[in-house]
Nanobody
Framework: QVELVESGGGSVQSGGSLRLSCAAS????????VGWFRQGPGQERERVAS????????YYADSVAGRFIISQDNAKNRMYLQMTNLKPEDTAMFYC????????????????????????WGQGIQVTVSS
């Protein structure tokens, strides 16, 4: 059973930093797309960053490019989202999501931007940025 568990959320002031962690278990994530999504109050869930775990390629939403960095630790089966220069508009519930792809097939992470492109989800963790 695939499980994703987020940690590292919390409350910070504008300009501060947080690092979110996603612990993955129950499957091999060597050929997968892992994404971080967020959903603010009354807003749609949007992808903020994703990583191709085989190639290491990363993708970012324009709103976070240059401020957020997604990374992976394959040995620990963990993915991270380092967030810097946080702004009040970053306040949201953040979710880790993963789509496992059979070995030998392209992960297609660049195109996986929608909620429906990922089969596995964490429970979410709150990030609050105050001005």
């Amino acid at each position: 059973q695939v499980e994703l568990v987020e940690s590292g959320g919390g409350s910070v002031q504008s300009g501060g930093s947080l690092r979110l962690s996603c612990a993955a278990s129950g499957a091999t994530f060597s050929n997968a797309c892992v994404g971080w999504f967020r959903q603010g109050p009354g807003q749609e869930r949007e992808r903020v960053a994703s990583i191709d775990t085989r190639l290491g390629s990363t993708y970012y939403a324009d709103s976070v490019a240059g401020r957020f960095i997604i990374s992976q630790d394959n040995a620990k089966n963990r993915m991270y989202l380092q967030m810097t220069n946080l702004k009040p508009e970053d306040t949201a519930m953040f979710y880790c999501a993963a789509e496992l792809v059979p070995i030998g097939r392209p992960v297609g992470c660049y195109a996986r931007r929608a909620r429906g492109d990922y089969n596995y989800w964490g429970q979410g963790i709150q990030v609050t940025v105050s001005s």
